[in-house]
T-cell receptor, first 113, second 115 residues
Framework: QQQVKQSPQSLIVQKGGISIINCAYE??????FPWYQQFPGKGPALLIA?????SEKKEGRFTISFNKSAKQFSLHIMDSQPGDSATYFC????????????FGEGTQLTVNP | DAGVIQSPRHEVTEMGQEVTLRCKPI?????LFWYRQTMMRGLELLIY????????DSGMPEDRFSAKMPNASFSTLKIQPSEPRDSAVYFC?????????????FGPGTRLTVL
């Protein structure tokens, strides 16, 4: 009930391409869906987040698409750059559980020059 | 504003020794989380505190692990005795919840190697 499933485990994209990472959740009480970005040797950092009252949120080249009925959400990185190479984690939480996050397994993205 | 501070950044110890990891959360944050990251298991929540009180320690692997938060500006994660399978990167994160929603701010991590 608390799991968040993430795919793919790894992704290789050419510079300028679109990177797409998908997540699915089970707990319908989740009401906050962030994506975290982690560079080697660093801690994860919040990249972008969405709440279920909207179906899409865009910040620069990064977009979250949210499908409440399917219980799925995805991260799209447009015009992918080598500097985007990192591990990406989706996560979910519910307001009543405070700021506790349930993380997906992570996707290692490599953007080739 | 300083971020989450963790020490040490690297720790190498021998099996059976006691290990203490330290964390200073961002000032004003009232929630603190300890995570463990490995290639095999990903990012695992070990324990989290709210207003210095442990709320959920169900992720703590076994009794060898213990965590304390004696005040709002300091927390420790202790492993006694340590085992090679404890080798991982341990992250501390803090959150200003309920202000600014549910965002967690992670420290740089402590890379633990148990020989």
């Amino acid at each position: 009930q608390q799991q968040v499933k993430q795919s793919p485990q790894s992704l290789i994209v050419q510079k300028g391409g679109i990177s797409i990472i998908n997540c699915a959740y089970e707990n319908t009480a989740f009401d906050y869906f962030p994506w975290y970005q982690q560079f080697p040797g660093k801690g994860p950092a919040l990249l972008i987040a969405i709440r279920p009252d909207v179906s899409e949120k865009k910040e620069g080249r990064f977009t979250i698409s949210f499908n409440k009925s399917a219980k799925q959400f995805s991260l799209h990185i447009m015009d992918s750059q080598p500097g985007d190479s990192a591990t990406y984690f989706c996560a979910a939480s519910q307001e009543t559980s405070g700021s506790r996050l349930t993380f997906g397994e992570g996707t290692q993205l490599t953007v080739n020059p | 504003d300083a971020g989450v501070i963790q020490s040490p950044r690297h720790e190498v110890t021998e099996m059976g020794q006691e290990v203490t990891l330290r964390c200073k959360p961002i000032s004003g944050h009232n929630s603190l989380f300890w995570y463990r990251q490995t290639m095999m298991r990903g990012l695992e929540l070990l324990i989290y505190f709210n207003n210095n009180v442990p709320i959920d320690d169900s992720g703590m692997p076994e009794d060898r692990f213990s965590a304390k938060m004696p005040n709002a500006s300091f927390s420790t994660l202790k492993i006694q005795p340590s085992e090679p399978r404890d080798s991982a990167v341990y992250f501390c994160a803090s959150s200003p919840y309920p202000r600014r929603g549910n965002e967690q701010f992670f420290g740089p991590g402590t890379r633990l190697t148990v020989l």
